[in-house]
């Protein structure tokens, strides 16, 4: 050692010069940080921002691998991190609609735990209205977007857009989406009127273009035909998702003098209007005529009879929404990832087997 307590190089000819330590190697991101622990990168910035979400052991062994390698966010990260805003856009196309008042609560619920403010923007569908809302995002007035329905908006920005879908999916892999496997539950729908012997089942489809409510068709056309039913196109109505949609399609169907025990309906409003339609012309729900809804909105409970209908995890969409925007504000070169959900079929009082044929 010298006077000054700094280590000189041992045995180094003509060189007096100070012998600097070696600097530990220092992973630059996430993605490393990942392959060297064996998780995913998405695990890897949920064990950084919600370690609560994230097991014990997983946690413990992403932390050693932090702390082994010294990891720090490069620069670039910093820096964008100080200038957040803390502020993001969630985008819906009607307020109205009760079923997106638990996707939106589950988004504030994650937000807020992260100190995050939502913006609430109803489009209407309008394609100005949704552009004049992300580029709040190009502005750096709001920090990303969660949309709720299948389009994605331009965003005149470098690099990954801060954008994920919730509900609704859209085809671009380059977008996050979680959803529900709206074949399959749709499916199941109609399986279950089948099961209880009903033949002559009615459809009440949602906007053809919304590519859940086209895979929500293809689910009770799969249904008919794994029975052995041809599909009768005069049994299909098409409706916008609203109440008054609903009643307009059973009077359409009663117009026609379309036999039919049983309608699915695209999703609870259409439904609830598909019952107040039968009512009107004195046929009962369920001894007459069953009826199945999509979603579960909380009003389905409260309805006479109460509604057979598919139920959505509608907090849990909003809650994964929320997180995946949060990992990808954390970390840019977080894979983009398509979660699909769960949904279950509730049965309630407004479906039985069809009325005896005399």
Known sequence: MSGNGKRRKDGA??????????????????????????????TVSRALQRPDIVSEETRARIHEVVKRLGYTPNA??????????????????????????????????????NGYSVLLGETQSNLVREQAYADMVAARQADGIITMFHRVPSIPMEGRLPIVNACEYVKDSAISSVYIDNVTAATQAVDYLLALGHRDIAFIAGPSTSPICVDREQ?????LQNAGLAVDPSLTAVGDFSIEAGERA????????????????????MAI??????????????HDVSVVGFDD??????????????AQPKNALGREAMTMLL?????????????ILCAELVVRGSTAPPPSRT
């Open 13 to 42: 000819a003509g060189d007096a010069g100070i012998d600097v330590a070696a600097q530990p190697v220092r992973v630059r991101t996430v993605k490393e940080i990942a392959a060297i622990a064996k998780v995913s990168v998405a």
């Open 76 to 113: 670039l990260a910093r820096n964008l991190r100080t200038a957040r805003t803390r502020l993001i856009v969630a985008l819906l196309p009607d307020i109205a609609n009760p079923f997106f008042s638990e996707v939106i609560r589950g988004i504030e619920q994650v937000a807020y735990e």
């Open 219 to 223: 689910g009770y056309q799969r249904a």
């Open 250 to 269: 059973v009077e359409l169907f009663l117009a026609q003098g379309r036999s039919f025990s049983a309608i699915f309906c695209a999703n609870d409003e």
């Open 273 to 286: 209007g598909a019952m107040r339609a039968l009512l009107s012309r004195g046929l009962r729900v369920p």
């Open 297 to 310: 909105i909380r009003f389905s409970r409260y309805t006479s009879p109460p509604l057979t209908t598919v």
């Open 327 to 339: 990992e990808l504000l954390g970390d840019p070169e977080v894979p983009a990832r398509k979660r």
